[in-house]
């Protein structure tokens, strides 16, 4: 069935959900409410938030589970608001720019799911948005599994005497961004119970997203109708049997 074409049993079955997750609750219990909400058994999530961190988590509905690996190692995009202990001219920030661009390497925080080891990570744009005396609006797109609390910590190192995070947003995950419409928890359940109680699913059908979405920054090829049932039963593709490669 063409995903435009799927009922919203199919979608529920095999979507994604972007969930504009909330300061408070960790992932997991976002996850948990959600699968109370929607009475499925198998959600999961595309990576961990910190409890106190919001935005983008995106939800994989049952089979759709399978396919959040995929969003695991893509590029993520975070806005912060930290604090300086000192006050740096504009000169003296630019130049930290520049120094957190790039490769940088990192030591996970004492309190981390990971070994404490140095390694390296990328951050692909490092932008300062605003800057109001020692509190700096930032916006980051770095490599999955960057610590951006340790990079304000890293960042006040260097600018002295230090610095700390105050509050961060995740506004883009692989290609999934904040702008392309999120979903809150109390709006996921006002929608399921229209659907249930009216049998109107108008609102919910604009919240799952089908699970081809996920996959669609991987290459793909595409195969005639015909080679379909032979492939499906062990069948090697030949050259006919291909329409498209991108």
């Given at each position: 069935?063409?995903?435009?074409?799927?009922t919203i049993e199919q979608l529920l079955a095999n979507g994604i959900i972007l969930l504009d997750k909330p300061?408070?609750?960790?992932?997991?219990?976002?996850?948990?409410?959600?699968?109370?909400?929607?009475?499925?058994?198998?959600?999961?999530?595309?990576?961990?938030?910190?409890?106190?961190?919001?935005?983008?988590?995106?939800?994989?509905?049952?089979?759709?589970?399978?396919?959040?690996?995929?969003?695991?190692?893509?590029?993520?995009?975070?806005?912060?608001?930290?604090?300086?202990?000192?006050?740096?001219?504009?000169?003296?920030?630019?130049?930290?720019?520049?120094?957190?661009?790039?490769?940088?390497?990192?030591?996970?925080?004492?309190?981390s799911a990971v070994v404490r080891q140095t390694r390296t990570r990328a951050i692909y744009e490092f932008e300062i948005i605003e800057q109001k005396e020692r509190l700096l609006l930032t916006r980051i797109l770095?490599?999955?599994?960057?610590?951006?609390?340790?990079?304000?910590?890293?960042?006040?190192?260097?600018?002295?005497?230090?610095?700390?995070?105050?509050?961060?947003?995740?506004?883009?995950?692989?290609?999934?961004?904040?702008?392309?419409?999120?979903?809150?928890?109390?709006?996921?359940?006002?929608?399921?119970?229209?659907?249930?109680?009216?049998?109107?699913?108008?609102?919910?059908?604009?919240?799952?997203?089908?699970?081809?979405?996920?996959?669609?920054?991987?290459?793909?090829?595409?195969?005639?109708?015909?080679?379909?049932?032979?492939?499906?039963?062990?069948?090697?593709?030949?050259?006919?049997?291909?329409?498209?490669?991108?």
């Open positions: 069935v063409y995903y435009d074409k799927r300061p408070g609750p960790t992932s997991h219990e976002t996850v948990a409410w959600t699968k109370r909400i929607l009475k499925l058994e198998k959600i999961g999530h595309s990576g961990t938030l910190d409890p106190q961190v919001s935005g983008v988590l995106p939800l994989g509905l049952g089979e759709a589970t399978k396919a959040l690996g995929v969003l695991l190692l893509g590029p993520k995009e975070y806005h912060a608001l930290g604090r300086i202990h000192s006050l740096p001219s504009k000169e003296k920030l630019a130049s930290i720019v520049e120094m957190f661009t790039g490769e940088i390497f990192q030591k996970p925080p004492q309190r770095c490599e999955a599994g960057t610590y951006i609390r340790k990079l304000y910590y890293d960042i006040g190192e260097v600018l002295g005497p230090g610095g700390t995070m105050i509050e961060l947003r995740r506004s883009r995950v692989d290609q999934f961004h904040e702008r392309d419409g999120l979903v809150t928890l109390h709006e996921l359940a006002d929608a399921f119970a229209v659907w249930e109680e009216k049998k109107d699913d108008t609102k919910l059908m604009k919240m799952i997203i089908p699970v081809e979405r996920a996959l669609s920054e991987l290459k793909s090829v595409v195969i005639r109708d015909s080679a379909v049932d032979a492939m499906c039963h062990g069948a090697q593709l030949a050259i006919p049997g291909v329409l498209k490669i991108s």
